[in-house]
């Protein structure tokens, strides 16, 4: 039988399988497009990574998900930075001339 530990285990690797992994693969891959994130996506994804940090001790009782975990942080990070450069480059084209 499981216990209560258990449970909240698997119900926030549900959440992370099938709601936030597809968002940021979606928030991935409108970055690599060279779109630019909104507010509201930004937010997301901030969220996302300290998310990930409060999980990470039930993660290592998940052998299994624990890569699939790493490398969507790594995804969401790598977006984060992308998205970032992505805003300096439109502020700096979009800069009246003086």
């Known amino acids: 039988m499981c216990n ?8 926030v690797t549900q959440h992370f ?6 968002r940021a693969q979606l928030l991935a891959e409108k ?11 930004i937010a997301f994804l901030n969220e ?19 890569q699939t975990a790493l490398d969507t942080i790594e995804m969401v990070k790598r977006v984060v930075k992308v998205a970032n450069e992505n805003k300096q480059v439109l502020q700096h084209t979009t800069k009246d001339p003086e």
Not at 4 to 11: D, L, R, T, V
Not at 31 to 41: A, I, R, S, W
């Open 31 to 41: 970055v690599e497009q060279n779109e630019m994130l909104d507010n509201e996506e």
């Open 17 to 22: 399988v099938e709601h936030q992994i597809p």
């Open 48 to 66: 996302f990574i300290e998310e990930h940090n409060l999980i990470t001790p039930l993660l290592a009782r998940q052998p299994a998900f624990q």
């Open 4 to 11: 209560n530990g258990e449970h909240i285990i698997k119900a």
